[in-house]
């Protein structure tokens, strides 16, 4: 499991029944059913154009990402439901 925001992946390895393990250089955790991210490789700040210049915007909370993504968190493993 992996997306662009955290530069690399978040879980990887031999899937089992309680999903796959989780990286160590990034903390995860659910908020309403949905995974949250914090971490060193995580983006500082999305770039978007706005009048003629770029916007930086920090998606974070207090160091989390919140993802659109759903899922199970069981001692150390990820199992995504999808989003």
Excluded: C
């Excluded at 955790?29 to 949905?34: A, D, I, N, Q, Y």
């Excluded at 700040?45 to 990402?65: C, I, L, T």
Aim: charged content about 25%.
């Amino acid at each position: 499991y992996g997306m662009t925001e955290t530069s690399s992946q978040v879980a990887t390895g031999k899937r089992s029944e309680t999903g796959i393990p989780l990286l160590n250089h990034l903390e995860v955790s659910l908020v309403e059913g949905k995974i949250a991210i914090r971490g060193p490789s995580l983006l500082t700040a999305y770039a978007r154009p706005s009048q003629g210049r770029w916007v930086f915007e920090d998606p974070k909370e207090n160091g989390w990402f919140l993802t659109e993504d759903r899922g199970v968190l069981h001692e150390g493993f990820l199992q995504v439901l999808g989003r």
